[in-house]
């Protein structure tokens, strides 16, 4: 694919990390490329493709960086749009990444303490920047399309996991055997890759239709009863361990076949959706689930209107703030 830049094209981007995963923000868009964030996505998707992986993808970024495009609004009270995107393509949202682009927009002070409507491909979402330095993401609203769902993984044998949405669709593996420990990040991604093969070559998919491109490992710390275990979450009379000790333990693997150093905000409101199923969490109540490297996000929710709609809380910092340039007589340029 030929990319659409004929000179040198310097793009301002500003990079963070949320809980350790890592945005890229285009601050101020792409050239010559507006429109709602759906138009735009199908946008990404096709001729601006070869772009945006080279905007996140090696010698200018990495495999597991997440892009994030910014918009203008072209919904009414929205403060703005987003897309994001990874070293494969779209995704449909990211709580990493929102939490990501508020905590840099706020940084630059083009937005300020409070609440933001921000539009994405799959639907509005409301960030909250706190005067603290925390952001909450009101995400899209969650749900469980199937539960139990066996699947053989070759050389492993049977896993079960639930098929659920949170923005992007998971299928959520307890009965994997695997530490979800850093050491064995390796070993948990190739694990991953075999199960996302498996779920590919059962036909599973979410109950629109979309493949299932995030597959997430937990451990709870929490039973069904509410008994502690494992991490330690709640003191015997099922109060919060002031330690702060989480609910659960996660290894999310993503669509480019990278992982999530975060706890995955679309993971952990896909989680939430299961919970809820399960009678296991109370509106308003709080669960906290950890990433692989020991990051959190509070998750809470609200029911509206039937809908489980989640909210997560975590931080983001600036790590970067410059412009990357797009030569087009860069040969590897034409790699992607
Ligand atoms: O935080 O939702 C998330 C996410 C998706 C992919 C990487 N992070």
Do not use: K
Not at 85 to 94: A, D, P, R, S
Not at 191 to 220: K, M, N, T, W
């Amino acid at each position: 694919m030929t990319l659409p830049i004929h000179d040198a094209l310097r793009l301002r981007c500003v990079d963070s990390h949320t809980e350790g995963e890592p945005t890229r923000t285009l601050v101020d868009g792409l050239p010559g490329l507006d429109g709602t964030p759906c138009s735009v996505r199908a946008e990404l998707d096709g001729r601006w493709g070869s772009l945006v992986r080279a905007i996140v993808n090696e010698p200018r970024g990495s495999a597991w960086l997440v892009g994030a495009v910014v918009l203008p609004p072209s919904a009414p009270g929205a403060s703005f749009g987003v897309v994001f995107f990874n070293n494969v393509g779209t995704i449909g949202m990211c709580g990493h990444g929102t939490i990501g682009v508020v905590r840099t927009l706020s940084a630059l002070g083009r937005i300020s303490v409070g609440e933001h409507l921000i539009e994405t491909p799959v639907g509005p979402v409301v960030a909250t920047m706190h005067d603290d330095g925390r952001v909450s993401v009101r995400n899209v609203p969650s749900r469980v399309a199937r539960r139990h769902v066996a699947v053989e993984v070759p050389g492993h044998g049977i896993v079960h996991g639930d098929i659920a949405w949170g923005g992007n669709w998971f299928f959520i593996c307890h009965d994997h055997g695997q530490a979800i420990v850093a050491d064995q990040v390796e070993a948990l991604t190739r694990f991953c890759r075999r199960v996302r093969a498996a779920c590919d070559a059962a036909g599973l998919c979410g109950d629109d239709g979309s493949p299932i491109d995030h597959i997430e490992l937990s451990v709870d710390a929490r039973t069904a009863r509410g008994e502690s275990h494992a991490c330690g979450a709640r003191t015997a009379r099922g109060e919060r361990d002031p330690q702060g000790a989480c609910d659960a333990r996660t290894f999310v693997l993503c669509p480019g076949g990278e992982w999530d150093r975060s706890p995955c905000g679309t993971g952990t409101s896909a989680r939430v959706a299961c919970l809820v199923a399960d009678g296991r969490l109370a509106p308003g109540s709080s669960w906290v689930q950890e990433s692989v490297l020991g990051t959190r996000f509070v998750a809470t929710y609200e029911m509206v209107d039937g809908e489980i709609v989640p909210t997560i809380t975590g931080s983001a910092h600036v790590t970067f703030d410059g412009w990357i340039v797009l030569d087009p007589a860069d040969p590897m340029l034409a790699r992607e």
